[in-house]
């Protein structure tokens, strides 16, 4: 049974990346009179000079936004940039945030819209001067635009690197620039550290699991990117593509040494995965390697990715040296 919450939040990322990655050569982008930016992985980029006001940053969609000030209400539609947001200290002004947020947990109380159908009333209803979407359902961008409020459309990154020049592109637009790079310098050499901890030798083959559907992760997503770095073959690899659905035949043929479950909190588990006809023959079966993770620590492009690979890393390797 396809879980009613997974499901739906792989489609909306499924349309981030190709609204980024199909998006129209041929459309201009408004001219920002702050300077010209020079852009980074998806588009965006940081500002002409660490903290100043006004700065220009670049969108995922390639348009430009000169903001004046430091915004003093901001709007987060994906629960990354909330944990950006209070990671680099400019949590107190965040007003209001997707429904799907649940960290951290000065968070909790914030006010709630729809990350996948935010309407234009119920966001200028808490009067921001900087929205943040990863999802751009209808021309959302363009409506909060003739609205008079400031958006920033940043597609979900496809690598770790592309991690980094989010946190500082939100830490620049939020007027955290200083605390976003030092956010990232610290996230880089944490990875760096556990990255140096994987034994020399081949690392596990793995199956993730997005949802018993069987959509997964591959080459694109900065998912696989964590299992790479970490020696792990991804046997999803294959498809080439960043958000592959697999078959039964193949995850069986591929015969992976673990397998990863994003799905355990919409009821699959080592039991149910070893129920399925034919996966009782899976080496990860067989050898009580079926694990539920936190899909957070892996999925949510923001400053948890290290606590996703230290967990990936104690999985992938129980007995190396701490």
């Known amino acids: 049974m396809v879980s009613r919450k997974v499901l739906p939040l792989l489609i909306a990322l499924l349309a981030a990346m190709v609204v980024f990655a199909c998006g129209d050569d041929d459309d201009e982008a408004p001219e920002a009179t702050g300077g010209a930016a020079t852009p980074t992985e998806g588009g965006a980029s940081p500002p002409d000079e660490a903290g100043e006001f006004p700065v220009t940053v670049t969108d995922s969609n390639g348009q430009e936004l000169m903001i004046t000030d430091e915004p ?169 593509e960043p958000f592959p659905q697999m078959s039964n035949e193949a995850v069986i043929a591929a015969n992976p040494d673990i397998i990863l479950l994003s799905d355990a909190a919409y009821g699959e588990s080592a039991e149910t995965v070893s129920a399925r006809p034919g996966w009782d023959q899976i080496s990860a079966v067989q050898n009580a390697r079926v694990f539920a993770i936190d899909d957070d620590l892996v999925s949510r492009p923001g400053p948890r990715i290290v606590e996703g690979m230290e967990m990936l890393f104690g999985l992938f390797y129980p007995d190396a040296e701490s």
Not at 73 to 78: N, P
Not at 116 to 137: Q, R
Not at 220 to 237: P, Q, R, V
């Open 72 to 240: 003093q209400a901001i709007v987060a539609l994906a629960p990354s940039y909330t944990e950006v947001l209070f990671a680099i200290g400019a949590g107190d002004a965040v007003v209001a945030v997707d429904d799907n947020t649940d960290y951290p947990p000065e968070a909790a109380d914030l006010p709630r819209i729809s990350g996948f159908e935010p309407s234009v009333e119920g966001i200028a209803s808490y009067n921001p001067d900087l929205v943040l979407l990863f999802f751009d359902p209808g021309g959302l961008q363009d409506a909060l635009g003739q609205a008079g409020i400031a958006s920033l459309f940043l597609a979900t990154p496809s690598s770790v690197d592309g991690i980094y020049e989010q946190i500082e592109t939100i830490g620049a637009a939020a007027g955290h620039s200083a605390e976003a790079s030092t956010l990232v310098e610290e996230m880089q050499v944490e990875i760096e550290a556990i990255v140096a901890r994987v034994p020399e030798g081949d690392g596990p083959s793995i199956f993730h699991e997005i949802d018993s559907t069987l959509f997964s992760t591959g080459p694109g997503s900065f998912t696989h990117e964590m299992f790479e770095l970490l020696g792990a073959e991804n046997i999803a690899a294959e498809t080439g």
